[in-house]
């Protein structure tokens, strides 16, 4: 059963910085691309950031320059920087990891529970 928690989560005012971390645990296959993404109330859950297991990332127009996603494979752990936070960045948090059988060809990804990000004005 694969799990992923998060952690680092909470209230931090305009401009603060907050870390998030998520551990994967359970995959029996190499945990391939993993990412960020986020849902405000009334809204759809939105991608923030991704990256592969190479390293390469992507991320949402609105966070670039103030968030870096990273990751430690040896872990299993991706990370979430959030720099010069924004009220409006306020939303729960999910992590995502796709795990790859790259000899059966199948993939699944795994979301985890989310955690609540608020800033404040």
């Known amino acids: 059963q694969v799990q992923l928690v998060e952690s680092g989560g909470g209230w931090v005012q305009a401009g603060g910085s907050l870390k998030l971390s998520c551990a994967v645990s359970?995959?029996?296959?190499?945990?391939?691309?993993m990412g960020w993404y986020r849902q405000a109330p009334g809204m759809q859950r939105e991608l923030v950031a991704s990256?592969?297991?190479?390293?390469?990332?992507n991320y949402a127009d609105s966070v670039k320059g103030r968030f870096t996603i990273s990751r430690d494979n040896a872990k299993n752990t991706v990370y979430l920087q959030m720099n010069s936070l924004k009220p409006e960045y306020s939303a729960v948090y999910y992590c995502?990891?796709?795990?790859?059988?790259?000899?059966?060809?199948?993939?699944?990804?795994?979301w985890g529970q989310g955690t609540q990000v608020a800033v404040s004005s």
């Open positions: 995502w990891a796709r795990e790859v059988d790259f000899h059966g060809g199948s993939e699944n990804g795994f």
């Open positions: 990256i592969t297991r190479g390293g390469s990332t």
């Open positions: 359970g995959n029996r296959f190499r945990i391939n691309a």
